[in-house]
């Protein structure tokens, strides 16, 4: 009696989602040792920091479109790049609202946006709503906005001034963060801006 496989030979269906699976394993593998060494400090910290911010134009999440040079010559812009899922993430944006609440009028020098990385827009919209965030929300389900700033973990936050230059940036969340953008943003103790 000959042994014969009791599969038989793999459909071609199936062949492709093997490779299929496969190609996602090593993309996830190597995403997640990419986010492990900027977690653990193997790249560096502040690599645009003094630097040109490099240019963004993205879909916000009320439909229009928002892009850096909007915001050239005019006022500073808060950059933060997040996700739904994140937990440090959900931790940075109700942060930013209290500071945009409290500072933010029309004739305000400066902004915030933050640019979700998620691939879907409804959990983006459910947690907007759920934290009644009032800045502009951008969407980067493509990565083009994190890939050009080399975002390897979230949150990522960054300062830009109004001619285009990033004076400060920052991995990760971290406790204090209003007091650092008040100080960034000129915005006195009190919330009012010098």
């Known amino acids: 009696m000959t042994s014969s496989s009791t599969f038989g030979p793999l459909p071609a269906a199936g062949k492709l989602s093997f490779l299929l699976f496969a190609l996602f394993t090593v993309f996830i ?10 977690l653990l400090g193997g790249v560096e910290n502040n690599r645009w920091l003094g630097k040109p911010a490099p240019a963004f134009s993205l879909t916000a999440l009320d439909g229009r479109t928002v892009s850096l040079a909007d915001f050239h010559g005019k006022k500073k812009l808060v950059v933060s790049f997040w996700a739904s899922w994140c937990s440090p993430c959900r931790m940075e944006l109700p942060v930013l ?7 933010h009028t029309d004739t305000s020098d400066f902004e915030i946006v933050a640019i979700s990385t998620d691939d879907e827009k409804g959990a983006v919209e459910e947690y907007a709503t759920q934290e009644k965030i009032s800045f502009p929300i951008l969407l980067d389900p493509l990565h083009k906005a994190a890939d050009a700033y080399e975002v390897i973990a979230i949150p990522y936050l960054l300062v830009i001034d109004p001619d285009g230059k990033v004076i400060y ?10 007091f650092m953008l008040k100080a960034q943003l000129g915005i006195r103790a009190d919330g009012a801006g010098d």
């Open 29 to 38: 593998t190597w995403r997640a040792k990419t986010i492990e060494k900027g």
């Open 97 to 103: 609202q209290a500071l945009y609440k409290k500072s």
């Open 169 to 178: 940036e920052q991995r990760g969340f971290s406790t204090g963060v209003e």
